[in-house]
């Protein structure tokens, strides 16, 4: 006999405030990631402060609103908020409060912290959560919630809570799959009807010359058939709008994060997907953050794969897709090569997500590389100019990918191939593409580190 989907929904729908009741002090809860963070859940548990000790919260990449468990809860006292990837909301948020922190994680590997932390609580992984909270679409027909714009480590965590709450956001795009893109109403406790939020989306980042100067660089490297996986910023946007500008075909999509570049491809009709090796005809992702225009694009779309992150970026599947080319951005580069992407010095940016995934992914893909890009200078508050390549990292700044890692590095200034090459080497050809108004006090740098073999200036 056939379950009665409606007359379960019914059973487990509960008010904000309901549903908020069954943490109690000292419980770890988890909130979707993304556009997936609990709105009515957030505000019900924040006005229980009073009532509450040591509520550990974790989320990633927040996007507004802000979480009223911090708001309310400025100092801290009673919930502690861990954010997986900084966004710019973190970053605020951990400068004015004192009980935000940025959670390291690597971000392919994410999943299975989850699975060993219910395999074997006490001893690996991360502690069973006792609920998880997130927003999904309404339900459909057959009983079935859908993730929308952050499937990402959603179904494991499902898996590792003791209890899941759903909120529902009529304003989420069905994001078919994939893998795991849903959830399925026989695994869910409570159900809010929740606010109907409108998701957040990424502003247009202007488009500097500097930035349309790396991408130049980078599109040199492209070629037919090939997979490509972007990051977020200007830089890989504008990228997308120039290969549309060229004659070449049959591109892949493969990314850990779906951006607006993805859509203009495939719609301009450069990105078909259909030479890939793995899943052809569908762009695969795992999460978006865009503009609303991409948010619609999603909805319904077999065109696209929605993934849990552990099909995406896990380093056997990434390193069996041919011809993968990884692109993506970073703050600073040393002069051994090592790579930061997350930090200013002690201060938190944003975090390392799948870059060293992509990395080593797309090296070891046949016929696949990877590219770091930065613009090779950055202008401070007070209108200093100082070179994003560096003697070395300032203190707490964190080495995001190492430098034996390291394929290609990208600036304005060209690109350099670095992999299988010595100290030496390696200073002289970053050198060579940074900022020359650098590049004499860098060369005095690698002189006094006993990496610099040249005696004639790079030109």
């Given at each position: 006999m056939a379950r009665d989907f409606l007359a379960m929904y019914k059973d487990k729908l509960r008010t904000a405030e309901e549903a908020a009741k069954i943490v109690e002090s000292g419980d770890w809860v988890d909130y979707g990631m993304f556009n997936g963070k609990p709105v009515a859940f957030d505000r019900a548990l924040a006005a229980r402060k009073d009532e509450l000790e040591d509520v550990k919260i974790m989320a990633s990449t927040t996007?507004?609103?802000?979480?009223?468990?911090?708001?309310?809860?400025?100092?801290?006292?009673?919930?502690?908020?861990?954010?997986?990837?900084?966004?710019?909301?973190?970053?605020?948020?951990?400068?004015?409060?004192?009980?935000?922190?940025?959670?390291?994680?690597?971000?392919?590997?994410?999943?299975?912290?989850?699975?060993?932390?219910?395999?074997?609580?006490?001893?690996?992984?991360?502690?069973?959560r006792k609920v998880f909270v997130v927003q999904v679409t309404p339900m459909d027909k057959n009983g079935y919630f859908n993730w929308g714009v952050h499937n990402s480590t959603s179904f494991a965590q499902v898996l590792s809570a003791y209890n899941t709450i759903v909120e529902i956001n009529e304003n989420l795009p069905v994001a078919l799959g994939g893998c795991n893109e849903s959830l399925h109403i026989s695994q869910v406790d409570y159900i809010i009807e929740g606010d109907n939020p409108e998701l957040t989306h990424l502003p247009e980042i202007p488009v500097s010359d500097t930035d349309r100067k790396i991408a130049g660089h980078v599109l040199e490297h492209l070629r037919d058939g090939q997979c490509i996986q972007l990051g977020i910023g200007a830089m890989p946007n504008i990228l997308g709008k120039m290969i549309n500008e060229t004659d070449l075909k049959d591109l892949g999509g493969w990314t850990e994060m779906l951006v607006d570049a993805y859509m203009e491809m495939w719609e301009s009709g450069k990105m078909t997907g259909m030479r890939k090796s793995i899943d052809p005809g569908k762009i695969n992702y795992t999460f978006t953050l865009g503009s609303k225009q991409l948010f619609d694009w999603i909805d319904h779309n077999p065109a696209l794969a929605s993934c849990n992150v552990g099909y995406v970026n896990h380093p056997a599947r990434l390193t069996s897709i041919d011809n993968l080319i990884s692109i993506n951005q970073?703050?600073?580069?040393?002069?051994?090569?090592?790579?930061?992407?997350?930090?200013?010095?002690?201060?938190?940016?944003?975090?390392?997500?799948?870059?060293?995934?992509?990395?080593?992914?797309?090296?070891?893909?046949?016929?696949?590389?990877?590219?770091?890009?930065?613009?090779?200078?950055h202008t401070r508050k007070d209108g200093t100019l100082v070179s994003r390549i560096v003697p070395a990292f300032d203190t707490g700044s964190i080495t995001t990918v190492t430098r034996q890692m390291v394929n290609y590095i990208v600036t304005e200034y060209g690109w350099v191939s670095l992999k299988g090459t010595s100290t030496w080497a390696r200073a002289e050809k970053i050198i060579s593409i940074a900022h020359p108004d650098f590049r004499d006090e860098l060369i005095k740098a690698a002189q006094e580190r006993k990496i610099w073999r040249r005696t004639n200036k790079i030109s």
């Open positions: 996007v507004p609103p802000l979480p009223e468990v911090v708001t309310r809860d400025p100092q801290g006292e009673v919930f502690t908020y861990m954010d997986l990837h900084f966004s710019i909301v973190s970053r605020m948020m951990q400068e004015q409060c004192q009980g935000v922190f940025y959670h390291p994680v690597a971000y392919g590997e994410s999943e299975k912290y989850f699975a060993d932390g219910y395999e074997d609580p006490p001893n690996v992984g991360t502690s069973r970073a703050l600073q580069v040393d002069l051994y090569s090592s790579v930061n992407a997350e930090s200013s010095g002690f201060r938190q940016i944003s975090g390392n997500g799948g870059l060293s995934d992509f990395v080593n992914g797309a090296y070891w893909s046949r016929g696949g590389r990877s590219f770091i890009c930065l613009p090779s200078t």
